[in-house]
C-alpha cells in the first residue's frame, strides 16, 4: 500500500541554524501539507502545496518557514533560523484532491531545537 | 473560523467495553468532518469522515461517528473495544471554502483496561 515517507525521524539541532524536513509524498498525490504538532498541544496546519505554488498557509507559517517540490517525488519544509519553540513533530500529508478527500499522514519528523 | 472541541483528554475503558470519545465543532458554513486515529509513533491515520448524505457514518476497525447538525457534534462511537484500539484519537474539521486545510481537535487518549 502506497504511503507518505519522512526523513529523519529525529532532527536535532542547535538553536539558530537551518533545517531541512523531507518528505515523499504518494506518487499520483496532487496537494501536500505540513502540520506541526508541539508536545502535548494540537496538530496545527502550517501550509498547503499545489502546482507548485503554495495555496494555503497558517500564521505560524513566517518568513522563517518555506517549501518546495525540488523534484517529482520530495515535498520540503525549511526552516531558515529555528527557535527553541520550533520544537515539535512535523507531519507530512498529500491527497489525490482537495482535503474533503482523505489526507495521508507520514510518520512524522520529531525537530529538537536545543 | 472553525473550531473543533474534544471535551475529554482521556478515556480510560475496559477491553470489550462501549466507548463514545466526544467532539463538538463550531463553524458559520458547512463543514467536512472527520476522525483520525494515531498510534503510538506512528502518524495519523484516517479512520471515518462525513461529507454529506447519511449522518451515521462507519469507519474502520469497527468504529462508528453521528454527525449531529442541530447540536454541532460529531461523537465517535466502539460498541466493544479492543487493547489494539490504545491510541490518541483526533476529531478534525474543514470547509468547503477552506479544503486546503484541516483543523483539528486537542485529542483524546484512548487507554483500554484488560
Known amino acids: 500500500e502506497p504511503e507518505v515517507t519522512q526523513t529523519p525521524s529525529h532532527q536535532v539541532t542547535q538553536m539558530g541554524q537551518e533545517v531541512i524536513l523531507r518528505c515523499v509524498p504518494i506518487s499520483n498525490h496532487l496537494y501536500f501539507y505540513w502540520y506541526r504538532q508541539i508536545l502535548g498541544q494540537k496538530v496545527e496546519f502550517l501550509v498547503s502545496?499545489?502546482?507548485?505554488?503554495?495555496?494555503?498557509k497558517s500564521e505560524i507559517f513566517d518568513d522563517q518557514f518555506s517549501v518546495e517540490r525540488p523534484d517529482g517525488s520530495n515535498f520540503t519544509l525549511k526552516i531558515r533560523s529555528t527557535k527553541l519553540e520550533d520544537s515539535a513533530m512535523y507531519f507530512c500529508?498529500?491527497?489525490?484532491?482537495?482535503?474533503?478527500?482523505?489526507?495521508?499522514f507520514g510518520p512524522g519528523t520529531r525537530l529538537t531545537v536545543l | 473560523a472553525q473550531s473543533v472541541t474534544q471535551l475529554d483528554s482521556q478515556v480510560p475503558v475496559f477491553e470489550e467495553a462501549p466507548v463514545e470519545l466526544r467532539c463538538n465543532y463550531s463553524?458559520?458554513?458547512?463543514?467536512?468532518l472527520f476522525w483520525y486515529v494515531q498510534y503510538p509513533n506512528q502518524g495519523l491515520q484516517l479512520l471515518l469522515k462525513?461529507?454529506?448524505?447519511?449522518?451515521l457514518v462507519k469507519g474502520i476497525n469497527g468504529f462508528e461517528a453521528e454527525f449531529n447538525k442541530s447540536q454541532t457534534s460529531f461523537h465517535l462511537r466502539k460498541p466493544s473495544v479492543h487493547i489494539s484500539d490504545t491510541a490518541e484519537y483526533f476529531c478534525a474539521v474543514t470547509t468547503y471554502s477552506s479544503a486546503s486545510k484541516i483543523i483539528f481537535g486537542s485529542g483524546t487518549r484512548l487507554s483500554i483496561r484488560p
Open positions: 500529508a498529500s491527497s489525490e484532491e482537495k482535503s474533503y478527500n482523505e489526507q495521508f
Open positions: 463553524s458559520s458554513v458547512s463543514v467536512y
Open positions: 462525513y461529507l454529506s448524505g447519511s449522518t
Open positions: 502545496f499545489y502546482n507548485n505554488e503554495i495555496s494555503e
